[in-house]
């Protein structure tokens, strides 16, 4: 079992920077990826970034590409979304979630979600 807790987000100014931060705990010496999406209201969950827990590839979808950076510190178990440039599209509840295998993009191969955390961009 694995839980996940989110947590930074917040109210920001268009152009400014927020840092998301997702803790996880349990069984989580064998995971694969963990990936950050997000959920505007009225909207399908869609992906943002992942990064592989053994060797730290990343994956981005193109509206973070340039903007967003994903790292993970291993030892504290935590993954991190640096988001920069935020425009008010990117407001959304923005969920960390976790998967033992599959695509790392793929929304539905992620197995643990956290509660998410509210991103708002005002423009």
């Known amino acids: 079992q694995v839980q996940l807790v989110e947590s930074g987000g917040g109210l920001v100014q268009a152009g400014g920077s927020l840092r998301l931060s997702c803790a996880a705990s349990g069984r989580t010496f064998s995971a694969y990826y963990m990936g950050w999406f997000r959920q505007a209201p009225g909207k399908e969950r869609e992906f943002v970034a992942a990064?592989?827990?053994?060797?730290?590839?990343?994956y981005y979808a193109d509206s973070a590409k340039g903007r967003f950076t994903i790292t993970r510190d291993n030892a504290r178990n935590t993954v991190y979304l640096q988001m920069n440039s935020l425009k008010p599209e990117d407001t959304a509840v923005y969920f960390c979630a976790f998967h033992y295998g599959g695509s790392p993009t793929r929304k539905n191969d992620y197995t643990h979600w956290g509660q998410g955390t509210q991103v708002t961009v005002s423009s």
């Open positions: 990064i592989a827990w053994s060797g730290g590839r990343t």
